[in-house]
């Protein structure tokens, strides 16, 4: 059975329908400080605001603190409530998507650190191209995937599965670029090497987006996608549908 927007609202007890949807706003605020710091981390990165950095470490403190307040509403509503069918699903798609979100917080502090390191670097900002532009499509991955969740949203979730594979055929090249270059220049190595370690949090972050769409088709269709080929999944989501 699809679960549609409607379907939480059909519940005898209404306090019930406030924790659920308590579940799916606290999800969202978290996800909106999650984008933010991944967000601000990018730019920290590119101009070299190292004030900015930090700000983005001391945030995952917060995004800690929030994941383990909504697995504790997560545990209260699976013990008092006991939900079935879609309301189950909906509960532990919460429960996973807390776990990625706060994934994404960490990888945010990564990049963090590393513009924090080569704001004190002299030897340019050789791969801020690539990080520019990935870094683009793993915001929107994120942003999609959220709004996704929030709207019960399957085209958009198979639309971030789709480009999640666009995000790391772009990583790949770029890393191939990035070691080509600091074999030509050994001095460029250790700037280098935390500029492929942005990326590699950059490619992380796209990951846990992806996962966040999978938990999006699993609770509207009850469709576990995570070892279905990406090329045959629109193909298998329609026949899901009918």
Not at 96 to 116: F, H, M, P, Q, Y
């Amino acid at each position: 059975m699809d679960i549609t927007s409607d379907t939480h609202s059909q519940h005898i007890s209404r306090q019930f329908n406030h924790e659920l949807e308590d579940l799916k706003n606290h999800l969202m605020a978290m996800g909106g400080l999650v984008e933010k710091q991944v967000q601000d981390a990018v730019i920290a990165l590119l101009e070299g605001d190292s004030s900015l950095a930090r700000q983005v470490s001391e945030q995952d403190r917060t995004v800690n603190d929030m994941q383990i307040k909504i697995d504790e509403e997560c545990t209260r509503v699976l013990a008092r409530r006991q939900p079935a069918a879609s309301d189950l699903r909906l509960v532990l798609a919460v429960t996973r998507a807390v776990s990625d979100l706060e994934r994404i917080g960490d990888e945010a502090t990564k990049i963090a650190r590393n513009a924090l390191s080569l704001s004190e670097s002299d030897n340019g900002k050789k791969g801020f191209v690539e990080v520019r532009h990935i870094s683009e499509r793993v915001r929107n991955m994120v942003r999609d995937s959220l709004t996704s969740f929030a709207r019960f949203d399957i085209d958009l979730a198979l639309k971030v599965v789709h480009e999640d594979e666009a995000v790391d055929s772009e990583y790949t090249t770029a890393m191939r670029s990035l070691m080509t270059f600091m074999m030509e220049d050994p001095r460029s190595i250790t700037s280098v090497l935390s500029v492929m370690w942005v990326l590699r949090a950059l490619e992380r972050i796209g990951d846990h987006a992806n996962n966040l769409a999978e938990y999006v088709i699993y609770l509207v269709k009850g469709l576990d996608i995570r070892h279905i080929n990406p090329d045959d999944l629109d193909e298998e989501a329609l026949k899901q549908r009918k």
